[in-house]
């Protein structure tokens, strides 16, 4: 799977002048090793490591079974601590035995945002810390309304969603951020077959069915959805999808007058993109991460991290003329303090 094989860990040291007082300032990414098609967990692994926020809610946890191997917060929290201290090796094997025990299939393909979902998923359940697991939940939760209306006596039922990834559709044309945010969020009419109960009119009536945004968390996971089941048949898509590096909230602005969270202009910037590169049945994720806030990229594939540039980044928007090549699958932005 991956082209750098399974050698020691390697880390990339850079240093750079921060700020006025000259200071040497050095940054680092770890590399983890790729244990039997765990690039999955590697490329999600790099994103939480770059994600500071987990690992301070993490580590105000301190639990009485402190050698719990099948514990995901306990292990998650080893394993980034480790990734941040730069101690060696990594206990990252005992994360990913800890995951293969209970929610994952060994030695199998792996849907990146499904990995996502169970471990954040895990995570909160396992914690045994109400406040820490609302915490978790917070930090990632996406707030939306369904609304489904009637399309006899315009009654709206009004019901709470929330996610953790906001899955965006893609279509066979050229794609932005932008404009498939419109479309998740535009109002939809439904097929004649599938007509809901309308409680005013105390029966099955046309209907339609539309997501309002309540409010966006301060770490916002987008997942380009490239995945697709045709009639049992899995394909994956390779549109183009461009994504900036910077937004503001404006930009789900559209159709969304009743969302409070919107009344502020916030910015989000982007800090790590896992990438699949492959097909559906042989693929290979990575990913780039700018952990440090300071527009500073860096590539890893597995135990291979290299410095790198947004301009790299943006070469996995995809596109049919780079099929089979690196595309963006999930998005990390955090809003901006
Ligand atoms: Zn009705």
């Not at 039997?36 to 994103?47: D, E, I, P, T």
């Not at 792996?110 to 954040?120: S, V």
């Not at 996406?142 to 709206?156: A, H, M, P, S």
């Not at 952990?291 to 594939?301: G, R, S, T, V």
Request: proline share 4%.
């Amino acid at each position: 799977m991956s082209s750098c094989g399974s050698g020691p860990v390697l880390q990339t040291h850079l240093s750079r002048n921060a700020g006025t007082n000259n200071d040497l300032n050095v940054s680092e990414v770890r590399g983890l090793l790729n244990y039997k098609l765990s690039c999955c967990v590697n490329a999600l692994l790099q994103s939480f490591s770059a994600t500071t926020e987990l690992l301070d809610i993490l580590n105000k946890w301190h639990p009485s079974n402190g050698t719990d191997k099948s514990n995901v917060p306990l292990q998650l929290k080893n394993i980034l601590e480790a990734m941040r201290n730069k101690s060696y090796p990594a206990p990252y094997k005992d994360f990913l035995n800890c995951l293969y025990r209970q929610a994952i299939q060994r030695w199998t393909e792996q849907d990146a945002d499904e990995i996502f979902h169970i471990i954040l998923s895990l995570t909160q359940k396992q914690i045994a810390d109400a406040v820490l697991a609302q915490e978790i939940s917070s930090l990632y939760e996406i707030k939306l309304e369904t609304q489904v209306g009637c399309l006899n006596c315009k009654f709206i039922q009004r019901m709470p969603n929330s996610l953790f990834s906001l899955p965006l559709a893609i279509c066979e044309r050229e794609n932005s951020l932008e404009n498939c945010i419109n479309s998740f969020f535009q109002l939809q009419k439904l097929a004649d077959s599938e007509k809901v109960y309308c409680e005013k009119c105390e029966k099955k009536q046309p209907s339609t069915y539309e997501l309002k945004l309540v409010s966006l968390p301060p770490i916002l996971c987008v997942h380009l959805k490239r995945f697709r089941n045709d009639d049992g048949f899995p394909r994956k898509l390779y549109n183009k999808v461009t994504f900036p590096e910077t937004f503001r909230t404006a930009i789900f602005a559209a159709g969304q007058s009743e969302a409070e969270c919107l009344s502020s202009d916030e910015h989000y910037s982007l800090y790590a993109v896992v990438v699949h590169k492959g097909t559906t049945v042989s693929g290979h994720y990575t990913a780039f991460i700018s952990p440090n806030q300071e527009k500073m990229w860096y590539y890893a594939d597995d135990n291979c991290v290299r410095p790198s540039t947004w301009t790299d980044v943006q070469g996995t928007y995809g596109g049919y003329r780079q099929r089979y090549g690196e595309t963006a699958y999930l998005l990390l932005y955090r809003k901006n303090s």
